[in-house]
């Protein structure tokens, strides 16, 4: 398999204090990987980290081989293969449904308004918002502003999309509909990492499990082995607390 | 000419006798006002993008810091520590015969500096002192209404690929003149009002023309409410074409 993302020995501080203390790993192409862990463990400046929205502290990460932290790296061309999703949306307020889809894909890879349309339809059929298309995301529930924001990222057609706790700002109601966009994804052989807290999609989603605590990548495996059989007592900790 | 007597103490006969000259005052002090605003806007926002602006990795982020942030800050301390007339004052007799002299000017010397000098000179530091003293006013709107700006738009904007200057350019801006709206109609309202300083220099704009008139007839009353009504009228005027662009830039605001 093609590896896309080696980590290698990423550190983070933040002022005096170590959020990050030295993280490798690797993910493969069409890999589902979970991050779970504590909130302050430091999974979602991880997350940042690999599409260069935090600075490393030391350490490196390489996206198709690339140092995403590199002086001399493009790190517009290289964002615009990852895409992203975060836990408050982060839908551009000024703009409908249709113009955050197309912004992105117009002004970066030059698709003209027609084509730009073309897609966004297809990726909100996707997602199941095609009859929101004109409407402003004030105007939408949280669970349907997140699917926007997941076909917005996917308007660029990236090769690797990372979700930063794509549930954690929703109603309880709202988290399956996104879910199941992430799963229908996941199944079409996307290259995910996903930070989250829903053990359930994890479990069932997942190729692997990374466990993070104190900045470290505890423990990782498949889910039935994180989840089943847990060989560190942190994460045994961990899990007993949210399952 | 005969005297015109309103309400038995004003006299109206002056007003009318003048009318010329607060008509050209009224006309140089709009004209004055909308290039201080269009030029202090175009200033502010360069000065303002300066203020905030930051780069990855050295050099380029100690060049953004002594380059841009620091020469920004300084201009901006400057201009709104001192007071405005005395800007005006300083550019006037100061500042702008360094550039423009009969003898030896930087920029423009000999009969044409001369010329430009005499009936023009008045004007060039009056607009002069006024965009770069709303300028920095303007630069702070500027900057607060970026900075006001949640930071996860800057985030989704660059992690879609887009550089800093779409991202500025088709999210943060477009966001954060909504909200720069208000403030920036209160400056465009105190410049209008603070225009008024150049008379000092001589330009003849309204103040000027009460000066003038007052000067005249030794009476106050006439000239001075005169002026003050045009100057209320025109704020009023600014006031509504202020409101006017808050209630059609709002939409689909969702904040």
């Not at chain 2, 006309?27 to 993008?49: F, S, Y």
């Not at chain 2, 930071?151 to 500025?168: C, H, I, K, N, W």
């Not at chain 2, 003038?212 to 009023?236: F, H, N, Q």
């Amino acid at each position: 398999m093609d590896e896309v993302i080696r980590v290698k020995g990423l550190t983070k501080l933040f002022g005096q204090q170590a959020v990050l203390r030295g993280i490798d790993c690797a993910i493969q192409a069409t890999e589902v990987v979970c991050v779970i862990g504590p909130s302050g463990s430091g999974k979602s400046t991880f997350l940042r980290c690999l599409n260069g929205l935090e600075e490393a502290s030391g350490g490196e990460v390489l996206v198709h081989g690339v140092s995403v932290h590199g002086v001399k790296t493009d790190v517009d061309a290289l964002r615009s293969e990852i895409g992203m999703v975060f836990q408050r949306f982060n839908l551009f307020p000024h703009k409908t449904v249709l113009e955050n889809i197309t912004l992105a894909p117009s002004k970066v890879r030059g698709l003209t308004p027609a084509q730009a349309r073309v897609r966004a339809c297809e990726l909100l059929e996707k997602v199941g918002l095609l009859e929101k298309i004109n409407a402003y995301p004030s105007q939408l529930s949280g669970g349907q502003q997140q699917r926007v924001a997941i076909a917005r990222a996917l308007a660029m057609q990236p090769r690797i999309m990372l979700f930063d706790e794509p549930t954690s700002a929703l109603d309880p109601e709202m988290v399956g509909e996104v879910l199941a966009v992430m799963q229908a994804l996941a199944e079409e052989g996307m290259t995910m990492v996903v930070v989250t807290h829903e053990m359930g999609f994890a479990r069932q989603v997942a190729d692997r499990v990374l466990f993070i605590d104190e900045g470290l990548v505890v423990e990782e495996g498949s889910p039935a082995a994180i989840f089943d059989h847990p060989q560190h007592e942190r994460t045994r900790r961990f899990l007993s607390k949210v399952l | 000419m005969e005297q015109v007597l309103w309400f038995g103490w004003f006299r109206a006969d002056i007003i009318s006798q003048y009318a010329g000259l607060f008509w050209r005052g009224l006309q140089m002090t709009v004209v004055v006002t909308l290039i201080c605003i269009v030029q202090g806007t175009a200033l502010g926002l360069a000065v303002g993008l300066a203020r905030v602006a930051e780069a990855r990795h050295a050099p380029a982020r100690q060049l953004c810091k002594y380059l841009l942030q620091w020469p920004a800050a300084v201009y901006v301390s400057f201009f709104r520590g001192t007071p405005l007339f005395v800007q005006i004052l300083l550019i006037h007799f100061a500042v702008l015969p360094v550039f423009i002299n009969p003898t030896d000017g930087l920029l423009i010397s000999g009969e044409a500096a001369r010329d430009l000098k005499q009936n023009y000179g008045a004007f060039l530091s009056g607009v002069v002192a006024l965009t770069l003293n709303s300028g920095a006013y303007i630069s702070e709107i500027f900057r607060a209404g970026i900075q006001s700006i949640d930071r996860g738009q800057v985030e989704a904007s660059r992690s879609l690929g887009m550089s800093f200057p779409r991202t500025m350019y088709h999210i943060i801006l477009p966001q954060a003149f909504r909200r720069m709206l208000p403030p920036l109609g209160n400056n465009a309202i105190a410049m209008l009002k603070d225009s008024s300083l150049i008379s000092a220099i001589g330009l003849a704009e309204l103040a000027y023309a009460a000066r003038t008139v007052a000067g005249a007839y030794s009476r106050y009353w006439e000239p001075y409410l005169t002026i003050s009504l045009m100057y209320w009228v025109l704020t009023l005027g600014l006031a509504y074409g202020v409101k006017k662009l808050e209630a059609r830039y709002g939409r689909g605001d969702s904040r």
